[in-house]
């Protein structure tokens, strides 16, 4: 299956701050990735779905201009969390490919 | 639109025993149905997968089962181990971008 990494695992930081997390598909082209949010003892969350060189797809009740998404190549997508507060905390995880294949998450921890 | 329900949302089985999740779909297109298994803290990982056309599927201790007719299908662990613990999270496909439906999980505790 498709390896996928992704990156920062882990990170706490002001309320205020913005935060990018990438995600990177080292083995698979990747025209399509997925960002989800996973909330303690919850299912995953579909956010939005990532689209290689064209505006990506949210579900309803992301706001996009908060969860600003860029996939600017078959190997890498990006989700920034714009002026992050403590409501966002929470564990982000992306997937690649079908069947999907997920990276490690990133725990975001907004104090 | 496509709705999973999974059932039980926890389950203790005993180590040794044999262990069946199940999950409903309302959307008989979907055409896929992929099993994951999330460790606490960890990324959800594939562990059996069954397509329409399937009936079962078998992976040593691991098996699922489709129902077309009754729109269901149904994980099955048998000779649980403690390394079985885990939730366990079903899903189903509709179109052809396979965006996952995502049944809400079932926390599997194997007591020794």
């Known amino acids: 299956g498709a390896v996928v990494s992704q990156h920062p695992s882990w990170v706490i930081c002001k309320s205020g701050t913005s935060v990018k997390i990438e995600c990177r598909s080292l083995?698979?082209?990747?025209?399509?990735m997925f960002w989800y949010r996973q909330f303690p003892k919850q299912s995953l969350m579909l956010m939005a779905t990532?689209?290689?060189?064209?505006?990506?797809?949210?579900e309803q009740g992301v706001e996009k201009d908060k969860f600003l998404i860029n996939h600017a190549s078959l190997t890498l997508s990006t989700l920034t969390v714009t002026s992050a507060h403590p409501e966002d905390s929470s564990f982000y995880i992306c997937?690649?490919?079908?069947?999907?294949?997920f990276g490690d998450g990133t725990r975001l921890s907004i104090l | 639109g496509e709705n999973v329900e999974q059932h039980p949302s926890t389950l203790s089985v005993q180590e040794g025993d044999s262990a069946v999740i199940k999950c409903t779909y309302s959307d008989s297109a979907s055409n896929y149905f992929p099993w994951y298994k999330q460790e606490l803290g960890k990324r959800p990982q594939l562990i059996i997968d069954i397509r329409s056309n399937v009936g079962e599927k078998k992976d040593q201790r691991i098996a699922v089962t489709l129902n077309k007719t009754a729109k269901h299908f149904s994980l099955h662990i048998t000779e649980t181990q403690p390394e079985d613990s885990a939730v366990y999270f079903c899903?189903?496909?509709?179109?052809?971008?396979?965006?996952?439906?995502w049944g809400a999980g079932t926390k599997l505790i194997i007591k020794p």
């Open positions: 899903a189903a496909t509709v179109d052809s971008n396979y965006q996952l439906i």
């Open positions: 990532s689209n290689e060189g064209s505006k990506a797809t949210y």
């Open positions: 997937s690649v490919a079908q069947p999907q294949h």
């Open positions: 083995d698979f082209q990747a025209t399509t």
